[in-house]
């Protein structure tokens, strides 16, 4: 089983569409997850972070990690043609001792394209 | 706002060479990171980089693989003999580490395009 999982789409939606991107993952020891948006030939951006379970908002954008489940999900409210571009979970254990474990572990990423 | 720099940001290279791959990290930031994404597949973990040492790599970050933070603001990779499979975007990473708090995401380069022919 994939560490992470996630479906690569691609995603087509109308302008002002609800996305809704999903993550799932098989290591129980994860406790930070974030959403990060690449555009072509661009490094990673990040979007959006949680600690451990429940919602976080921020604007267009709602993050949710359900750790029961081992599933994260980020929502696109109004979605707008800006918005298209390659959208990666990824998650890292807790830290040990004050010191940052830097490792971050990536899901495929999921291609989404929004139309006007 | 601040940026992570990578240069060059294309480089192309005949296999066996060695190749020096350069960052300027945020000035602030402390923790520094390469990754890689080979065309069409994940971004996938090389190394961290702390106080001077490598805190963790992944079994990618082979001895033909090392970093170095040559001077306060320059951190680089050094592939010492390049293979064709090494082809792929190259990014590096930093973030802040202040005492006790924890880092939760990094700042990205735009990344160095790796072409070995």
């Known amino acids: 089983q994939k560490e992470v999982e996630q479906d690569p789409g691609p995603l087509s939606v109308p302008e002002g569409a609800i996305v809704s991107l999903n993550c799932t993952y098989s290591n129980s020891a994860f406790q930070y997850f974030m959403w990060y948006r690449q555009y072509s030939r661009k490094g990673p951006e990040l979007l959006m972070y949680?600690?451990?379970?429940g919602n976080k908002e921020d604007g267009r954008f709602t993050a949710q990690v359900d750790k029961s489940s081992k599933y994260i999900s980020l929502f696109i409210r109004d979605s707008q043609p800006s918005d298209s571009a390659t959208y990666l979970c990824?998650?890292?254990?807790?830290?040990?001792?004050?010191?940052?474990?830097?490792?971050?572990?990536f899901g495929q990423g999921t291609i989404l394209t929004v139309h006007p | 706002e601040p940026e992570v720099t990578q240069t060059p940001s294309h480089q192309v290279t005949q296999m066996g060479q060695e190749v020096i791959l350069r960052c300027v990290p945020i000035s602030n930031h402390l923790y520094f990171y390469w990754y890689r994404q080979i065309l069409g597949q994940k971004v996938e973990f090389l190394v961290s980089?702390?106080?001077?040492?490598?805190?963790?790599k992944s079994e990618i970050f082979d001895d033909q693989f090392s970093v170095e933070r040559p001077d306060g603001s320059n951190f680089t990779l050094k592939i010492r003999s390049t293979k064709l499979e090494d082809s792929a975007m190259y990014f590096c990473?930093?973030?802040?580490?202040?005492?006790?708090?924890?880092?939760?995401?990094?700042?990205f380069g735009s990344g160095t395009r790796l072409t070995v022919v």
């Open positions: 980089f702390y106080n001077n040492e490598i805190s963790e």
């Open positions: 949680t600690y451990s379970s």
């Open positions: 990824a998650m890292r254990l807790a830290n040990a001792g004050g010191t940052s474990y830097g490792k971050l572990t």
């Open positions: 990473a930093s973030s802040e580490v202040a005492g006790g708090k924890f880092s939760y995401g990094y700042t």
